[in-house]
Each structure stands twice: as structure tokens, then as C-alpha cells.
């Protein structure tokens, strides 16, 4: 296999934009990922483009308002691991040698309110109300406070703290900072969430331009390399992720985001203690606790001793979803996982701004989606 | 019946919410059960009806009969309604408990927890299979669910 760099990224900023076409959105991102990489848009051999409540087709639909210049485009999909599923399809396709350069794009216009449960549920699991996402969080959080003693005030502190990273971000949809009190008051979801401990459905869009070293290099870009990228799904028994009804109370087996993380630092040649900052999925508040654990960011129960002690925070030895996470960026799923990718390549060039993780080198993605599956990536500059 | 044709209306009838699940009550009165499936080969054993274990991919299978009584493994309370097409009743909206309940057969089954006060709850918490009817569908049959409430009442 032949490294494979990032050698542009592009955002769109994450919110609502009202009569806004998604194609624009996607667009606006590709020519930002374009010149940042100092390519022309023939330069692209392939196009991968995550979405999940967008039209089928709509990775060719946005090529072709870019020019049509006969190339593949697949659309991919796996809920809100989209971004991970499609950022693996790029990097095989250049770590392959299929492409020399592959474009990667994730771009999503989510309905407003609750999202649609048939989309991932059974029918029945809909007409009985077994198909509540944040019901998932919510039990796998109490199931955390049984086992490790995390308390209600450890995951508002997580949604304290990105808030206030998402502050510092100007393509955050919320740029403002919460105390405890107003995550506290905020109304209860889901024992023990609050509205303020879960992200947003919204709008965005994200995009990557994946390339060999040499061409990145004649194009005078500032190359990020892709140590790998990782796609699981869990072995038996199913975690409790949706859609997931039933499991086994007589075997266990590691957490499906351990799975991935795992194979991700054996690919990569790195370890959890290698990294300089995390961006992961935050779904709720108390899914950072989790997933910080089954990343192997610490031992399991030890997360919220993290965070009390200031680890996880910008400026601390580990910061986590410095760019303020799901919780103030929202989760336009498509979007999301490449936003991601999109933060942690500033990050690691130093263009960060006021959220800037000082001398960043390496650092680890993560994105969970039902199903389940889960996509972990790790970057280095 | 109208102008002289037979009414081809069919009887209202009682149907699941999902056949394989669980079997309907024969009489009024009477008790359904959850439908499992144990694995010849492994032993490991499921809710509902399957045709491949999850585990080990054998295909030798039995069906069985799930424990009427299970322990509250954990649980959590929607607060808001469920978004649609939920078919429960939203106005007023009562908040309702979820939980996973683990059977003696070595499996946890997600379930709606009714009969009980939501706050008093509590993990480990005996409950009781009941399956009843949870609404009526648009031919106006009604539709059965399974659900689980405290032994004890409350």
C-alpha cells in the first residue's frame, strides 16, 4: 500500500441556510478544498460523497455542478459513521492504486425536528416508540453511571467544555458558551440527558482531496498523511446502538469502537498515547465519557478523571472535540465524520485559529453509527 | 353493504405488531409468551424467530418459549413523546420507561415498562410479560404489543 495525504480540505459552515440547495453547499466546500490543495477540479479521478437524508444520486448531482468530466461518483452511506465509510472508500481507492487523486465530500440538509425513526427502525419498533435515539444514549449512559460512578454533572461538564471550544469556531452552528446551570436546566430528554447534552440534526457540508505524496508535493500543498482508515462493524453480541432490540446477557465481547480503534493503532503504528488531539462522535454528552474509555484514552471508568482534571481541554494533554464536537457543531450526518478530518488537518497545519491545539502532530477521528458501524481515522503532519 | 354487493369488509381481527416476536393471547384472559430461538450448537439464545444463530451461524435451531419474568437490567424515561409514527397517546403525554429485561434464558430484550411509576424504578426491579393490545391499525384490527410491568405492582 502507498501513502495516501490529504492535500486540501473545505468546510461549509454547519447550521440551518434556508433555501440554500445542498448542491451549493457541496460546491462552496469542494472549491475551498480545491484551491486549498492548489488543483483544478479535472485534476479529480473519483468522487466519494457520504449523505444519508439526501437523494439518491447525490454525489453525481454535485459533480456534475462542478463540470462534467466523466469521472466515477459513488454516494455512501452508513448512518452517522457516513463520513468514516466514505473517507475509507478515498483512501483504499489512492492507498490501491485505482486513483492518483480522489475527492471525498460529505453533505447533508437534515428535516428540522425529530429525525425520521423509519429510516433506521423497524416498523413496529416505530408504533411502539422503541425507536427514540437518545433512549440508546441514555441507557448506555446509566449503564456507565452503574459501573463507573460518572454522575449528571460529569456529562453536562463535557457539554460545558465544548461549548465553549465551539465558541472559538466560526463554522459552529452554536458559537456560544453554556454554564452548568443552563445545561442543568435545560429539559430532561432522557434520564439522564438534557436537551443541552444532545447534538442537532441540521446542514452542512465538508470536503477532502486525497492524493499520493509526490502529486500533493508538485502542487505545492501541505500534505496531512492518512496513517489509515478504519470501517467495523461490532461481532457478536450487538452493542446497544439502533436499531438493536435484543442482546446477550452471557457473552461479551470489546466495544464496537474499541474494535476499530484497535485495528486503526495497529495499521497506523501509533498508540492512544501518540496523540495530540481527538475529535469524536459526541452524540450526547455522555457518549464523549464512553468513548474516551473504548478509544483507549484511558483505562475504563477513568474518563471523567480526565476531565476533571483538565486533560481534554484545549490547552490540556489530550484535548477532545477541540473543535467543540456534535454538541455545538450539530450532526448534519453526512457531513460530519469530513468535518471532522477537516478540523484535525488545520489543527495539525496550525491553522486552527483561536481554537488551536499548540504543536499538534497526530491525531485521531471517530464516528458511530446504527447499524452499527463505526469509523475510526488517524492523521499526521 | 350498499347498493345490493356483499360487504367484503374484513372481520376486525387481533394481529401482533411484528409476527415471530411473541404468540397472541388464545382467549380473553389468556396469556401469549415471547417467541425465542436456542442454537443446538452454541446454546446462545435469542428473542424472536430466526433461521441463522447470531453467534456461531448454525443453522440447527428450536424454537422455545421465553421466560414470563425477567429482571430490569437497565432503563431510561422518554420524556417527550416518541417522534411518528408512534402510535401511543401523545395528548396528554405520560412519560414512558424503557428498559432492557433480562431473561433466566440469557437475554436482554428491549421493551416498553408499563403499570408502574416511572420514578420509582429501579435496576434489577422483577417484571412481568404482558402483551396487550397497544393500538388500532387503519382497518381498525387491533394491534398487539409486548411489554413488561413490576411483579409486585405499585
Known amino acids: 500500500m502507498r501513502e495516501v495525504v490529504i492535500a486540501g480540505v473545505g468546510l461549509h459552515k454547519m447550521g440551518r441556510f434556508e433555501g440554500k440547495p445542498y448542491v451549493d453547499m457541496a460546491c462552496e466546500a469542494i472549491q475551498m478544498a480545491l484551491k486549498d490543495a492548489n488543483m483544478a477540479w479535472k485534476e479529480v479521478q473519483a468522487a466519494y460523497c457520504s449523505r444519508m437524508y439526501l437523494p439518491p444520486t447525490t454525489g453525481a448531482r454535485v459533480c456534475a455542478a462542478m463540470g462534467l468530466i466523466g469521472i466515477p461518483v459513488w454516494d455512501v452511506e452508513s448512518a452517522c459513521a457516513s463520513g468514516g465509510s466514505a473517507l475509507r472508500s478515498g483512501f483504499q481507492s489512492i492507498a490501491g492504486e485505482f486513483y492518483d487523486t480522489a475527492l471525498v465530500f460529505g453533505v447533508e440538509k437534515m428535516p428540522r425536528g425529530f429525525m ?22 441514555a441507557l448506555e449512559a446509566r449503564t456507565h453511571m452503574d459501573k463507573y460512578g460518572s454522575t449528571p454533572e460529569h456529562f453536562a461538564r463535557v457539554s ?57 508535493e508538485k502542487h505545492d500543498a501541505q500534505p496531512v498523511t492518512i496513517c489509515t482508515s478504519v470501517v467495523k462493524t461490532p461481532l457478536y453480541p450487538a452493542p ?46 455522555s457518549s464523549e465519557i464512553i468513548y474516551t474509555e473504548e478509544l483507549g484514552l484511558c483505562p475504563l471508568g477513568e474518563a471523567t478523571r480526565l476531565l476533571d482534571e483538565g486533560v481534554t481541554e484545549i490547552g490540556g494533554r489530550l484535548p477532545i472535540n477541540a473543535s467543540g464536537g456534535l454538541l455545538s457543531n450539530g450532526e448534519p450526518i453526512g457531513a460530519s465524520g469530513l468535518r471532522q478530518v477537516v478540523e484535525m488537518d488545520w489543527q495539525l497545519r496550525g491553522q486552527a485559529g483561536l481554537r488551536q491545539v499548540a504543536g499538534a502532530k497526530t491525531g485521531l477521528g471517530h464516528v458511530v453509527g446504527a447499524g452499527p458501524s463505526c469509523g475510526v481515522v488517524i492523521l499526521k503532519r | 353493504m350498499k347498493d345490493g354487493v356483499e360487504s367484503a369488509e374484513p372481520a376486525r381481527k387481533a394481529i401482533p405488531v411484528q409476527e415471530g416476536l411473541f404468540t397472541m393471547p388464545s382467549s380473553p384472559g389468556g396469556k401469549g409468551h415471547l417467541i425465542g430461538t436456542r442454537c443446538r450448537s452454541c446454546e446462545e439464545t435469542f428473542f424472536g424467530r430466526l433461521s441463522v444463530c447470531g453467534h456461531c451461524q448454525s443453522q440447527d435451531l428450536e424454537e422455545i418459549r421465553l421466560s414470563d419474568r425477567g429482571k430490569i437490567f437497565n432503563y431510561t ?77 405499585q
Not at chain 1, 168 to 182: G, I, V
Open chain 2, 77 to 153: 424515561v422518554l420524556r417527550y413523546p416518541p417522534p411518528a409514527p408512534w402510535k401511543g397517546r401523545s395528548e396528554p403525554y405520560e412519560p414512558m420507561a424503557v428498559g432492557f429485561v433480562e431473561l433466566p434464558e440469557g437475554v436482554r430484550v428491549l421493551s416498553l415498562i408499563t403499570d408502574c411509576n416511572v420514578e420509582k424504578l429501579e435496576n434489577q426491579m422483577e417484571v412481568d410479560l404482558v402483551i396487550r393490545k397497544y393500538f388500532e391499525d387503519e382497518e381498525g384490527n387491533e394491534v398487539y404489543t409486548y411489554m413488561f410491568r413490576p411483579s409486585s405492582g
Open chain 1, 240 to 285: 446497544m446502538i439502533p436499531p438493536a432490540f435484543q442482546t446477550s446477557a452471557k457473552i461479551e465481547s470489546p466495544p464496537l469502537t474499541t474494535l476499530a480503534a484497535r485495528q486503526a493503532y495497529e495499521e497506523a503504528a501509533v498508540g492512544p498515547e501518540d496523540l495530540d488531539l481527538v475529535e469524536l462522535q459526541d452524540v450526547a454528552a
Open chain 1, 160 to 216: 460545558v467544555k465544548n461549548h465553549k471550544n465551539g465558541s472559538y469556531n466560526p463554522y459552529a452552528m452554536y458559537q456560544k458558551a453554556c454554564t452548568m446551570e443552563d445545561i442543568m436546566k435545560s429539559p430532561l430528554v432522557c434520564d439522564p440527558i438534557h436537551l443541552l447534552e444532545l447534538c442537532a440534526p441540521n446542514e452542512g457540508a465538508a470536503a477532502v482531496i486525497l492524493t499520493t505524496r509526490q502529486v500533493a
Open chain 1, 116 to 137: 425520521s425513526p423509519e429510516n433506521i427502525y423497524d416498523k413496529w419498533q416505530c408504533y411502539i416508540g422503541l425507536s427514540v435515539n437518545p433512549m440508546y444514549f
